[in-house]
Structures are given as C-alpha cells and as structure tokens.
T-cell receptor
C-alpha cells in the first residue's frame, strides 16, 4: 500500500495564525482525504481532495477555514486558518489505494 | 442514519483470550466496513475490511463477522497479545474504499499479560 508522510508532525501555534500541513504520498493516487481527530475522540472527515478539481467539504467545514490544495497526484496541503484553541486536534490525511483507505501519521496541532 | 455505534468503549482481556468489539449502523446503503488499529501518537492502520456480500472474513488472528439483517459487524481478535493493546475503530462508507469513512467512537483494548 501507499506510504504517506506528513509535515509537520506537531506544532504549537498562536491564536489567530494559520498553519499549512503537507501530505506526501510515495505513489500516484486519485483520491486523498483530510480528517480531524480531536483529543481522545474519533475521526471526522473534513474534505475530499481530488487532483484537478475543487475539494469537497463535509458539513461543518468550510473552505475559508480549511483551504486545501491538490497540485498533483502525490501531494496535498491543508491549511488551518485563523486558529483558535478549538482547532487543537490531530489532522490526518488518507489515500485510497489497492482497495483500502490508508492514513498518514498525523499532525498534532496545539493552539494557545 | 449516518452514525456508526461502537461498543464497548473499553475492554480488558487476558493474554491468549478473545477480544470482541461490536459495531452497529443504520444506513443500509453502506457498502464497505473497515476496522482500524491506532497506537498512541500514530495514525490509524487498516486491519481488515469487509463488504456486505460476505458474512465473515479472516486475516491471521483478526476476523470480521458481518450480519446484514441485524446491521451489525464485529471484530474478533483471537489469541490476544499485549502488543494488541491499542484503540480500535470501526467505520463504514458509501462508495467502497473510495467513500467518506464514518467512524465509530473507538474501543480502547488492554491485553493483560
């Protein structure tokens, strides 16, 4: 299956700033997903990012707050904009490959 | 209709025992049911997945049992080991593995030596 890396692995950010998270895959994949996992909680889908088209956002998530880029078949970025402490979470990208959905290691974000 | 309900929230099993985690869903259109294992500080790892045309799937010590009429599926871990101690998530999606995964709330498994 695809090997997925994310940068940064963790960060501590000030309220009101923005952070861009990178997701790199070692093979070309059509579908990439961004999830959020709040502390001690389950995973919630933020958006689906397919190359060559606009990201599709789930209810409760908007492009102004979580802009996504998907410039090619191996890379995507998620930006968390104008952060508040409520945005403190683990952000994970995943890809569909070989009939399964596989996750990256996650980016642990703390907003102070 | 989009929820996946997972139980128990936590589970303690002795080494060598069988761990059983259950999930229930409402949306009969779901067509893909994976299980993930997550260790602290790591991303979820895909363990095993099943589609609704199959009642059981086994991979090593891990088995999914699927009951379409009851809208339930479960994960069985045979011969549980301390290294299996992790949080397990069930999920369901429309559109197979390309669909948006709806996750259960997770089960924290502790296997005692």
């Amino acid at each position: 299956s695809a090997v997925i890396s994310q940068k940064p692995s963790r960060d501590i950010c000030q309220r009101g700033t923005s952070l861009t998270i990178q997701c790199q895959v070692d093979s070309q994949v059509t579908m990439m997903f961004w999830y959020r996992q709040q502390p001690g909680q389950s995973l919630t889908l933020i958006a689906t990012a397919n190359q060559g088209s606009e990201a599709t956002y789930e209810s409760g998530f908007v492009i102004d707050k979580f802009p996504i880029s998907r410039p090619n078949l191996t890379f995507s970025t998620l930006t968390v904009s104008n952060m508040s402490p409520e945005d403190s979470s683990i952000y994970l990208c995943s890809v569909e490959d070989l009939g399964g959905q596989y996750f990256g290691p996650g980016t642990r974000l703390t907003v102070t | 209709q989009q929820q996946v309900k997972q139980s128990p929230q936590s589970l303690i099993v002795q080494k060598g025992g069988i761990s059983i985690i259950n999930c229930a869903y409402e949306n009969t259109a779901f067509d893909y049911f994976p299980w993930y294992q997550q260790f602290p500080g790591k991303g979820p790892a895909l363990l095993i997945a099943i589609r609704p045309d199959v009642s059981e799937k086994k991979e090593g010590r891990f088995t999914i049992s699927f009951n379409k009429s009851a809208k339930q599926f479960s994960l069985h871990i045979m011969d549980s080991q301390p290294g299996d101690s992790a949080t397990y998530f069930c999920a369901a999606s429309l559109g197979g593995s390309q669909g948006n995964l709806i996750f259960g709330k997770g089960t924290k498994l502790s296997v005692k030596p």
